[in-house]
């Protein structure tokens, strides 16, 4: 009798033990399930990392561009926009995305868009009003027209602070440019202060102006020099 006891008192705590092992192991798989990392969106996978990787590539370009060929203000305007690029990382890596993933002005992507087959209507006369017509124009050109630009272009922000303006690789510093979001039909009419590695790039303040809610970037586009 002792014997069989003894006997079930040892299967007892072997099954405790092995349901425990079998409990921890599980807790253990749940742990590194919860724990695991995400893995970054690219910027062929979301808007608002092309956005931020546009945003990115551009301001790396100015500063290559400032480098190549630099003056006297170079040195500080390079310290700018390296405190722009470190900005811009944080936002990527704040909505997920890839950190320090960049690319040069996205016009390359606008093929893949249908709807930028409606673009090049644009420069027609009689197609003007329609385009420029929304009333309210934070930026106080919702009455102005002028010669179309940078056709194709899409539109992102350059990272900086201060007052609505804009920066360009066209444009001189004075040149006031109207920007319309042909999505929302927001618009914004801005000054060139600076120059920057693309054709036209919003400050913050302007680009919140025309933006829609969680984009980092305006496919569909009408830019015009009004000044």
């Known amino acids: 009798m002792s014997r069989r006891r003894t006997l079930g008192t040892k299967k007892k705590i072997a099954l405790l ?17 919860s724990n695991a990392t995400p893995t970054p969106k690219s910027a062929s996978e979301s808007t608002v990392c092309l956005g931020l990787a546009t945003a990115l590539g551009n301001n790396q370009k100015f500063i290559a561009d400032q480098r190549a060929n630099p003056d006297a203000q170079s040195e500080a305007r390079i310290a700018n926009r390296e405190a722009v690029v470190a900005e811009i990382k944080r936002k990527q890596e704040a909505s997920g995305c890839a950190v320090g993933e960049s690319a040069q002005d996205s016009q390359t992507a606008q093929p893949s868009q249908p709807a930028q087959s409606a673009q090049p209507s644009a420069p027609a006369a009689s197609a003007q009003p329609a385009e420029s017509a929304p009333a309210a ?13 940078c056709n194709g272009s899409t539109v992102t922000l350059s990272g900086e602070g201060g007052a609505p303006a804009a920066s360009s690789n066209q444009f001189p510093a004075g040149t ?5 979001n042909l999505d929302n039909d927001k618009s914004t009419t801005v000054e060139v202060t600076s120059v920057s590695g693309s054709c036209a790039l ?3 303040a302007a680009f919140e102006q025309v933006r829609e809610p969680g984009k980092f970037l305006i496919r569909r586009a009408l830019i015009e020099k009004v000044g």
């Open 202 to 204: 919003l400050n913050n």
């Open 17 to 33: 033990v092995s349901a425990a092992t079998v409990a921890g192991g599980g807790a253990f798989v749940m742990a590194s399930t």
């Open 176 to 180: 006031k440019l109207k920007v319309t």
């Open 137 to 149: 124009d934070p930026g106080g050109g919702a009455a102005a027209t002028g010669q179309q630009v």
